[in-house]
């Protein structure tokens, strides 16, 4: 059978006729693999096309490899299940992909952690010094907006009325509008800071970061069969770097994220 990977950059219209994600349990049927853009379209293609085509021998059908525009976009594709298999971010698994019946398959075995940064000569001291002051949040689904909830509350800060809040739709653009001036503080995922870091020979400073966290993980649709997730599993969690993975690994950041719901719903 031709095998072929084709990348797509998808935006709200941009959607391939004919294919659904329940296509893929079929014996002659194509498989999507959905990366959440972490990186540009190119970078995401360099990296992820050889494990989209590497699949196509574990399924033995076509695999597509898929991202978005942007994150709200690739979350909209996520809760309409148009990915089969996805490499998601922990707020995505836990808001979006899990209510809708994805389930983990492995997961980078090195532990995430999300901080709260601002720039290397910034006069704040501490989280709570933020107050007032212009912190830049990403979309309500992401990891980094979550952890950053519960690391300001933490702080006995509350996001809504103790800080003026400014959206972006990336990490790297609220990196570009810290170091602009244009925001005070970025709730960010720790390689990425690393990784701007490097790249503009400078450093930030570290007001506070999350215990712990499970890493990001590649999922399965609930329209896979069962046969096609234990191929699947075993496949990602042999990579190097990766591991195994369950809902039951998820459970103590379900919890907090519960207690951080209800407080502000309480209040």
């Not at 990977?5 to 079929?26: F, K, P, W, Y």
């Not at 653009?173 to 995922?189: T, Y």
């Amino acid at each position: 059978m031709k095998r072929y990977i084709q990348l797509l950059i998808l935006t709200g219209m941009a959607l391939l006729a004919g294919l659904s994600s329940a296509a893929c349990r079929d014996a002659d049927g194509t498989c999507i693999l959905g990366v959440f853009p972490h990186t540009t379209p190119r970078q995401i293609e360099d990296t992820y096309s050889t494990i989209a085509e590497e699949l196509s021998l574990v399924l033995d059908r076509e695999v597509i490899l898929r991202t978005a525009s942007d994150v709200d976009h690739f979350l909209r594709h996520l809760e309409k299940q148009e990915y089969d298999i996805v490499l998601a971010g922990l707020g995505h698994y836990l808001m979006v992909a899990e209510p809708v019946g994805y389930v983990p398959l492995a997961r980078r075995s090195n532990p995430l952690h999300y901080l709260i940064i601002t720039r290397g000569d910034a006069p704040f001291r501490n989280t709570r010094d933020l107050r007032g002051h212009r912190f830049g949040f990403m979309s309500p689904a992401n990891g980094t907006t979550i952890s950053s909830h519960l690391l300001l509350r933490k702080a006995g800060l509350d996001y809504r009325k103790d800080l003026q809040d400014v959206r972006y739709a990336s990490q790297q653009a609220c990196i570009h509008s810290l170091m602009s001036g244009l925001v005070d503080a970025c709730g960010l995922a720790e390689p990425v800071v690393q990784v701007f870091q490097e790249q503009l020979g400078t450093h930030f400073k570290i007001l506070t970061r999350t215990r712990d966290l499970p890493n990001v993980a590649y999922l399965a649709s609930p329209n896979l069969s069962h046969e096609q997730r234990d191929a699947l599993r075993d496949y990602f969690s042999s990579r190097e770097g990766f591991q195994a993975a369950n809902a039951r690994d998820y459970e103590h950041v379900r919890s907090m994220l519960r207690e951080h719901l209800a407080a502000y719903h309480h209040q």
